[in-house]
Nanobody, 126 residues
């Protein structure tokens, strides 16, 4: 089993920035990729971006590309999401996810991921 815990988030003004961190514990050596998803009220969970250990660069979804940086620290077992130029439409619960499966891409399908954090609320005010 792998446990994921998100931290950070909160209330941010439009145009501002935020940092979310995800700390993993347990059988961390089984994890091959991690990702950030978000889910706004009444909407499906969508991929923000992710990082796989066999892919050299992080992947970012079109909706956040250019405003987002995902980085991982294997020594600390953390995955960090930095977002800037925040918009009200970025308001959502942000989830950290991990998969033990190998892939050459970061899957946008939530079912691909084996473990999930409880989520962190991010609210962007206009």
């Amino acid at each position: 089993q792998v446990q994921l815990v998100e931290s950070g988030g909160g209330l941010v003004q439009a145009g501002g920035s935020l940092i979310l961190s995800c700390t993993r514990s347990g059988r961390t050596y089984t994890v091959n990729a991690m990702a950030w998803f978000r889910q706004a009220p009444g909407k499906e969970r969508e991929l923000v971006g992710g990082l796989a250990w066999n892919i050299s660069r992080p992947y970012y979804s079109h909706s956040v590309k250019g405003r987002c940086t995902i980085s991982g620290d294997n020594a600390e077992n953390t995955l960090t999401l930095q977002m800037s130029s925040l918009k009200p439409e970025d308001t959502a619960v942000y989830f950290c996810a991990a998969t033990t499966k190998y892939s050459l891409v970061i899957s946008p399908n939530p079912a691909w991921y084996d473990y999930w954090g409880r989520g962190a609320q991010v609210t962007v005010s206009a």
